[in-house]
């Protein structure tokens, strides 16, 4: 097996993460987002009912979620009041889809601008002189969008752990976040829709143009996040952990299949027809 030239993948890293840096429509989504998903969207879920009182919360709202929760999640949860219920609940179930919309969009934007930004900056052509193999600068440019991606997932799980934990103690009595399904969605599943998002961005990326009109058709990833965060707030389904490692599974696959025909998209060959 030959060895790789990483010396030569970290210098295109640091100066894709160094363009990032300097271009302002990439890294401020990157915060505003966290900062929505993971702090001010769940903070309202929690606080609002705090606010409007003791009445706010009616147990009969509540009953059909409890209903399509295994027994095992239930159990220990019949002491809880029916404001408490509604802090760990939708906490804990309701906005777990939400957090996978972190690492698919960042890894997403990344990519796109890792590759399309290389065009609309006129700087392909130099990249593709540099002494790296297809595969090589194929690693780095998925590093790039990945290793961030990851990064900021788990750093907003710490944020939405400390978010959740603190605006509902003084309801819930206790500390009662992550709860078991979190773990798999966070070191599991998280990756997977990460490198899936890749995926699907480097073939976007391929044909698109400009970065913007790269980041509008990666939107569209978020659309079974949605699906699925509609489908459990109405008591369709409930994804618990085997069923999260199974899709888990499918996402991964279908991930690196779409990364296997990217490395074939972004050959030196076809970004130079490009040019």
């Not at 840096?21 to 702090?39: A, C, E, G, R, S």
């Not at 976040?177 to 599991?188: K, R």
Request: proline share 6%; net charge neutral; hydrophobic share 60%.
């Amino acid at each position: 097996m030959r060895n790789w030239n990483w010396r030569g993948m970290r210098a295109v890293i640091a100066k894709d993460l160094a363009q990032v840096k300097q271009n302002t429509m990439v890294w401020l989504p990157m915060i505003i987002l966290p900062v929505i998903l993971q702090v001010l969207m769940p903070l309202g879920m929690i606080l609002a009912p705090q606010l409007a009182g003791e009445a706010a919360v009616d147990m009969g709202e509540i009953e059909p979620l409890l209903k399509m929760l295994p027994a095992s999640l239930v159990a220990g949860m019949e002491e809880f009041s029916p404001e408490a219920l509604w802090v760990v609940l939708s906490s804990s179930y309701l906005f777990a889809p939400f957090f996978l919309i972190v690492p698919i969009m960042v890894s997403s934007i990344l990519a796109a601008d890792s590759i399309v930004g290389e065009k609309e900056r006129k700087t392909m052509e130099g990249l593709l002189y540099t002494p790296l193999t297809d595969s090589e600068l194929y690693v780095a440019k998925a590093l790039v969008a990945v290793i961030p991606a990851l990064s900021i997932s788990l750093g907003s799980f710490i944020l939405y752990t400390l978010v959740v934990n603190i605006a509902g103690y003084p309801v819930v009595g206790r500390i009662f976040f992550p709860t078991a399904i979190w773990w798999p969605l966070v070191f599991w599943l998280a990756p997977a829709v990460s490198v899936a998002g890749l995926g699907v961005t480097v073939l976007i990326s391929s044909k698109a143009k400009t970065f913007m009109q790269a980041q509008q058709l990666g939107g569209v990833l978020v659309l079974p996040i949605v699906g699925w965060m509609v489908a459990q707030s109405a008591g369709v389904f409930f994804m618990g952990q085997s069923l999260m490692i199974l899709v888990g599974l499918f996402v991964w696959a279908m991930g690196l299949w779409l990364i296997w025909i990217g490395a074939r998209t972004l050959s030196r060959s076809n970004l130079i027809s490009r040019i």
